[in-house]
């Protein structure tokens, strides 16, 4: 008995571990039920990997299945001796399998579930499906646990009808008794039309994957061209700083060089004076010895023999007296080099929110969508003051310089090239790139704005005005309505006057926007254009106040 179970294990097939039926052998040598490989290669269709299940040697190209003759004779005549692979241990159901519903006993592993009978079977209870000519019409299908789902409730039928109205399954009973009057359609046809929606939602799908997929595969290369790129740009601007340190360094290396010449000249020549001086004085010290020893001679003849030659002195080679300066010999040249660190400090400052501009220009992606709610705006909340080297002497800065005010008095500010010198007007000291979102309060007649930094600030002409010219945007404002105002082109504006406005900015996008500000926010008017450099926030007062 042992013999012959092993010789029906050799002709078992390792992947259902029942008979083989219509075996066939694959490259390596390993023989298996036709359906069961075809299915494990199905499987593995979507793993693109052809591989042996028993000895998982692997296939460049899914294996032709050839028929394995000799076993399939093999196969045919054990059965007709009658003899039966014993089950394997691992053949029988487990709480997780789906068992047959034929066996008796311990039962086995469901290998189909028939949706007409509806039932579950394991290989050799489910032979007669394939055998018997009025079963073989049955829907055969993967072992499944829900058939009783398939089976009405109410009357213990098969429910093979599609209510339309109610959009359920239902039985032949149902149609006739609560859904009798309903649209209805066999479960099949629905099906099939339900498969075609869903078809066309495949495709849908699909296009939609290869649409995210190739913009998945450009935004790829946007990352990689952004990090070539700045790699090159942090690359580049290293070089060029270098560059300019290596300049400095030189000019500084010129400049020590040429104060250490200048030094050494100087001082060689101080050095030159003091040796002839130190000279004359060794000469005079011994001249004045002489007549010290003249003066004390006893012989008047002596005396006055050698007075006329010792007497005369020798013209000095210096001037009678040194006039010696304060000591301030290079500290005028100190004085240039820290002018020069001022102007270069001036240079970078202003040059800095250009390059900073160019760097958040940077962006691959769509503009982020215009806020929605006063939270949203508070997100990009920029504060601005006033900068007092802009202001009309009219308008008197409060509150931090947040707050401006009209005059009747000149205020004493100092001369500036960019002080507004006759329009009411003052710029913000922020200059303005990216997101962001201010707000003002004001009272009177004012005119909220932003402006290039380049307007014009002398005389009364369109070229100062703000909204007057294309430098800048302006919304004015007065107790009884709004008017929207650019290169000298009036646009009326219509929404809720309130002491409160909105002012949204996004620069790169080239969307300027101004909201009535209340308990809620409405929208008065936006501007779409593009922006070519920073922006600062403006004022005009016509009359009253306005506070940042």
């Not at 008197?396 to 008095?409: A, D, H, I």
């Not at 969307?511 to 403006?538: C, E, N």
Request: proline residues 4%.
């Amino acid at each position: 008995m042992a013999q012959r179970g092993a010789q029906l294990e050799k002709i078992s097939c390792t992947i259902c571990l029942g008979l083989l039926r219509d075996p066939v052998t694959i490259p390596c040598g390993h023989s298996y039920c036709r359906n069961c490989i075809k299915d494990f290669y199905d499987g593995e269709d979507q793993r693109r990997i052809q591989s042996c299940p028993q000895c998982r040697r692997t296939f460049k190209q899914r294996p032709v299945l050839e028929k394995n003759i000799m076993l399939a004779d093999l196969v045919e005549d054990l059965k007709r001796t009658g003899l039966q692979a014993a089950p394997a241990d691992h053949c029988y159901a487990g709480p997780e399998d789906v068992a047959c519903e034929v066996c008796t006993g311990r039962k086995i592993k469901a290998v189909k579930s028939c949706l007409t009978c509806p039932a579950s079977y394991c290989r050799d209870h489910l032979q007669p499906h394939y055998d018997a000519p009025s079963l073989q019409k049955h829907k055969l299908v993967d072992p499944s646990k829900k058939l009783q789902e398939n089976i009405c409730s109410r009357h213990d039928e098969v429910m093979k009808i599609f209510c339309r109205t109610d959009q359920q399954c239902i039985c032949y009973l149902c149609s006739m008794d609560e859904h009798k009057g309903h649209e209805t359609i066999s479960a099949a046809a629905e099906r099939t039309e339900k498969q075609k929606e869903l078809q066309v939602s495949r495709q849908q799908i699909q296009q939609r994957i290869q649409d995210q997929e190739k913009d998945l595969k450009l935004l790829q290369q946007e990352v990689e061209a952004i990090n070539v790129s700045a790699d090159k740009a942090v690359e580049d601007s290293e070089k060029i700083f270098t560059e300019m340190i290596h300049l400095i360094q030189k000019r500084g290396s010129d400049v020590k060089q040429q104060i250490r010449s200048q030094q050494e000249t100087e001082v060689s020549r101080v050095k030159d004076l003091q040796e002839k001086l130190e000279q004359e004085i060794t000469e005079l010290k011994r001249k004045d010895a002489e007549l010290k020893q003249l003066s004390t001679t006893d012989d008047h003849n002596q005396f006055l023999h050698n007075y006329p030659s010792l007497s005369a002195l020798s013209e000095s080679t210096h001037s009678s007296s040194i006039n010696i300066h304060p000591l301030r010999y290079f500290e005028d040249v100190t004085a240039a080099v820290s002018e020069l660190r001022d102007i270069l400090q001036d240079i970078l400052r202003d040059t800095w929110t250009n390059i900073s501009l160019r760097v958040t220009e940077v962006d691959v992606l769509l503009p982020q969508p215009e806020p929605k709610t006063k939270a949203g705006f508070l997100k990009y909340s920029q504060e601005i003051t006033l900068d007092p080297n802009t202001a009309n002497r009219k308008l008197l800065l409060s509150e931090g310089n947040r707050k401006v005010t009209l005059m009747k008095e000149k205020q004493s500010y100092p001369d500036h090239p960019d002080r507004f010198t006759d329009v009411k007007q003052v710029l913000s000291r922020e200059s303005l790139t990216g997101r962001c979102y201010w707000e003002v309060e004001w009272r009177g007649g004012v005119e909220v704005a932003v402006s290039y930094k380049n307007i014009s600030r002398a005389g009364r002409s369109d070229k100062c005005r703000f909204g007057s010219n294309d430098n800048s945007w302006s919304l004015y404002c007065n107790k009884n309505s709004y008017t929207f105002y650019h290169n000298n082109i009036k646009t009326p504006v219509s929404g809720p006057v309130s002491s409160r406005i909105g002012v949204y900015l996004d620069h790169r996008a080239g969307i300027l926007s101004f909201y009535s500000v209340s308990k809620t926010m409405t929208l008065l008017h936006r501007v779409q254009t593009t922006f070519t450099q920073p922006l600062h926030a403006g004022v005009w007062v016509l009359a009253g106040w306005i506070f940042c």
